[in-house]
């Protein structure tokens, strides 16, 4: 599975758009970028993936530069509830396994 | 269907006990994940079954670690002779084969050994 490379935190303003960088310079043709969140006590949630075009959802928007070496989680308007780790991670549909990094921390402030 | 459902949500032992967990996945889903995850860290894999087999186990598994899912419905989680090492969230995750939608995970079990 691809690396991936991502801030280890950041920090964004209420209503303000949060948008969060990953790098996966490795990537190969047929894997694809997912994103999950991890809030506070609990399991990580899904939120979005895409193979190489852009993505919107109910809960985020990805972007994935033409050469696939990046992508960028987009929250539109934060809100303190997704204060949370962030995790992007490179696999091939359908593969067996997850594997996280230490993903980064985002911190919404009021 | 109310998600993947972990009991219990903490678990608190002395050195050398036995302790089980237990997992309710999504029900269509045939795939189940078992992670661990230490403080500051992402989860770690652990082991997968689909359906009732057992595919693929980490290193991280000891030999005081065993997983089983009979029937390929709920999963348990066994820790013999826990050590205090093995304090950690606990996380079970279920997904179709295709693997489509993503994981869901559940809460996660937060063990404390003392």
């Known amino acids: 599975d691809a690396k991936t490379t991502q801030p280890p935190s950041m920090d964004c303003a209420e209503g303000r758009a949060a948008n969060l960088p990953c790098n996966h310079s490795t990537i190969s043709g047929n894997e694809y970028v997912y994103w999950y969140r991890q809030i506070h006590s609990q399991g990580p949630q899904y939120i979005i993936h895409?193979?190489?075009n852009n993505e919107t959802n109910e809960m985020a928007s990805l972007i994935i530069t033409e050469d696939r070496k990046s992508s960028t989680l987009i929250l539109p308007h934060a809100t303190l509830r997704d204060t949370a780790v962030y995790y992007c991670?490179?696999?091939?549909?359908?593969?067996?396994?997850?594997?996280f990094g230490q993903g980064t921390r985002l911190t919404i402030n009021p | 269907d109310t998600g993947v459902s972990q009991n219990p949500r903490h678990k608190i032992t002395k050195r050398g006990q036995n302790v089980t967990f237990r997992c309710d996945p999504i029900?269509?889903?045939?795939?189940l994940y078992w992670y661990r995850q230490t403080l500051g860290q992402g989860p770690e894999f652990l082991t997968y079954?689909?359906?009732?087999?057992?595919?693929?186990k980490s290193r991280l598994l000891s030999d005081r670690f065993s997983a089983e899912r009979p029937k390929g419905s709920f999963s348990t989680l066994e820790i013999q002779r826990t050590e205090q090492g093995d304090s950690a969230m606990y996380l079970c995750?279920?997904?179709?084969?295709?693997?489509?939608?993503?994981?869901?995970f559940g809460s996660g079990t937060r063990l404390t050994v003392v």
């Open positions: 995750a279920s997904s179709l084969i295709t693997g489509v939608h993503g994981y869901t």
């Open positions: 991670i490179v696999i091939i549909q359908g593969a067996q396994k997850l594997v």
């Open positions: 079954f689909q359906n009732e087999a057992q595919l693929e």
């Open positions: 029900s269509e889903h045939n795939r």
């Open positions: 895409g193979l190489k």
